[in-house]
């Protein structure tokens, strides 16, 4: 191992190793923590090796005082994993010299990490001539072909390598990006045309998010590397990811042709030959690539097949296309599909709780869900209260938080305000009453305090409340807030109040909370007291989504109405499900054309106008037989079929 200021990762990395090796080389480069002082408990013999730069030197600099007659290393971010204990011993019994060995990488940030599996060279005989060349990404696999062309190479079976260091903050911790960037720079002034250094070098740029120069640095490698070449099917896909990240969608799918040319069974290039034409709107193209990618067989080690591709993250993809044209029952078929494949991927559910509509259909959604799957976890019921209270659905959300058995002060906030919103006010009280002044929450905790004494349209001790939230010296937005409260209770006029960002925000909330409760006559108040003009039109059209749903169309239709000019075509569209729940059929197709109109790509918009017509056509056909009952032409209608040709 080399090593330098891995204290957080050391321990683990030894941990798993140490029942299996007979010795353990650490060369330090100048840690200035507790590094060597955790090695040393592992028995490890530790050398200091000043830094220079190249990850070769020390690399060889630890080969040179390993005693064994094999090689295995590690870097300290990763974690040597066994399927049975004698693993290692049987692989070096072999005649080989060495093996590729499975590495797991763990990507993403704390919340939602990620696996892409690859092949690495970290185990081999113990040979003087064998050593390590290159800067950065330090490779021995040429070196011991140049010394022994007949050496013979397996991939090891029975071990894996869990790696955590693309994990974001073991990133942003190490400056990564930058440091190897300017390593393999250095490198390349000296091996300009170094196919494996200049492939590197293009997946350093790609996460440095330098994406045309990275599709640049791929297209010069590949066509300077052999097809059969390790890293050549990942090559494609992280030129194909590039060119798609910097929107060179044509070229993209021009390189992904090139590639399942030489491997047609590579489920990857599927996935993002379906993520591509999904960007340009070819939902059809993009429909049958996922297909195609969830049927590919099992990926071998070198395709470096990203987690989900066969599976979870197709799925998904599907559904929302399916989605897109208003197939509910396709789509729910395919989310369920993803979540089997991986019950952790809250994409998906969060697309299954929507179209269930939580918040209108509470009970439903509940008996829906549990038809299907099993939530047991803490952690399951946290991810199902977080999804039902961004959907409004408080009900569930205080269901799911009850099961939690010691929540977060956020959990617990969280609890208190769907208490308030279920009208279980006397708990929620005693709860916030808990809040300290020198707690993080107490404003949030003394906002929802407020929100249950105005709900209960208890008049004092609201706009008690409300002074001693001014006094808290909030801000300007959350004091006009405030006011606008205030004047509700004492039923004063006022000027219209206009309102930026947080004010927004906060007022949204409020609103959309009182809507869940019904209380139209407040929710008006404060929308006639507002100036609707200064909020954007996202705003307004998510205030008009909540009345919507629970039954309160004309007000929806008038906080529409409030904007000066429509430039999102969600907005018609909305405007047109209000008109249909309304049985304006004119007005609704009205609406659907102007989003139409607005962008021609959208196939929902398409679909609904379908739907709208033979909703249309059948209450016109209903109404024509109820005044001319005997009229052989209405009825002949009725059965689909046209008269002497009319």
Request: hydrophobic share 40%; net charge negative.
């Amino acid at each position: 191992m080399i090593v330098k200021n891995e204290q957080e990762n050391i321990r683990r990395c030894l941990q798993s190793a140490v029942n299996w090796v007979d010795e353990i080389i650490v060369i330090d480069t100048g840690s200035t923590d507790n590094t060597c002082e955790i090695a040393r408990t592992f028995g490890a013999k530790i050398y200091s090796f000043p830094w220079d730069n190249n990850f070769s030197t020390a690399r060889n600099a630890s080969l040179e005082q390993a005693s064994g007659d094999w090689i295995l290393f590690l870097d300290a971010d990763e974690e040597l994993q066994l399927d049975y204990p004698h693993a290692l011993s049987d692989l070096v019994s072999t005649e080989h010299e060495g093996f590729f060995i499975k590495i797991i990488n763990y990507i993403g940030k704390e919340n939602w990490v990620e696996t892409s599996p690859d092949l690495v060279f970290r185990l081999f005989r113990n040979k003087p001539e064998y050593r390590f060349a290159g800067a950065v990404h330090e490779q021995i696999v040429d070196k011991l072909l140049l010394n022994n062309p007949q050496a013979s190479f397996q991939i090891a079976g029975g071990l894996s390598i869990l790696h955590y260091g693309y994990l974001e903050q073991q990133i942003k911790d190490k400056d990564k990006k930058n440091r190897n960037l300017k390593l393999i720079e250095e490198e390349l002034k000296q091996k300009p045309n170094d196919s494996l250094l200049l492939y590197h070098y293009g997946v350093e740029l790609f996460r440095a998010e330098k994406f045309s120069e990275a599709a640049l640095v791929f297209i010069r490698t590949a066509n300077a590397t052999k097809p059969e070449t390790i890293y050549f099917p990942k090559l494609i896909r992280y030129l194909v990811m590039s060119q798609q990240s910097a929107r060179e969608y044509a070229q993209a799918l021009h390189a992904l042709e090139l590639g399942l040319q030489f491997f047609p069974d590579y489920a990857d290039l599927y996935y993002y030959k379906g993520l591509i034409h999904l960007e340009l709107k070819n939902f059809a193209l993009a429909q049958e690539a996922l297909q195609m990618a969830v049927t590919m067989p099992e990926q071998p080690p070198q395709y470096a097949s990203f987690g989900g591709v066969r599976g979870f993250r197709s799925f998904y993809h599907l559904g929302n296309i399916a989605e897109r044209f208003l197939d509910e029952e396709e789509a729910l078929k395919y989310y369920i599909l993803s979540l089997r494949d991986n019950p952790e991927f809250r994409h998906s559910l969060e697309r299954i709780i929507g179209i269930l509509n939580p918040a209108k259909y509470p009970e439903d959604t509940k008996e829906s869900l549990e038809r299907v799957f099993k939530f047991c976890s803490p952690q399951a019921s946290l991810m199902l209260a977080e999804i039902y209270l961004k959907q409004e659905s408080y009900k569930l959300c205080l269901e799911q938080l009850e099961k939690i058995a010691d929540p977060s002060p956020q959990n617990n906030l969280w609890k208190i305000i769907c208490q308030i919103q279920e009208k279980k006010h006397f708990p929620a009280l005693r709860a916030l009453a808990g809040y300290s002044p020198d707690n993080p929450l107490y404003p949030l905790a003394k906002l929802n305090e407020l929100m249950s004494y105005w709900i209960q349209n208890k008049k004092q001790k609201s706009l008690g409340l409300i002074s001693e939230l001014k006094d808290l010296k909030l801000s300007a937005e959350t004091g006009k807030v405030l006011d606008l409260i205030a004047r509700n209770i004492t039923h004063t006029s006022t000027f219209p109040y206009k309102f930026a960002g947080e004010g927004w925000y906060l007022l949204q909330d409020i609103i959309k909370r009182l809507v869940y409760l019904k209380d139209i006559e407040k929710v008006e108040d404060l929308l006639g007291k507002t100036d609707l003009k200064s909020a954007d039109e996202q705003t307004i059209l998510n205030l008009a989504r909540s009345l919507l749903n629970q039954g309160y169309s004309q007000t929806a239709k008038e906080c529409l109405s409030s904007l000066a000019e429509i430039k999102d075509p969600e907005t018609y569209y909305l405007l047109g499900e209000i008109a249909l729940v309304q049985n304006n059929y004119a007005e609704a197709e009205n609406y659907f054309l102007q989003a139409i109109h607005l962008t021609e790509d959208e196939p929902k918009y398409y679909v609904k106008l379908k739907n709208l017509y033979q909703e249309w056509r059948s209450d016109l056909l209903k109404r024509a037989l109820e005044r001319y009952p005997e009229e052989e032409i209405f009825r002949s209608w009725q059965g689909g079929q046209k008269v002497d040709g009319r």
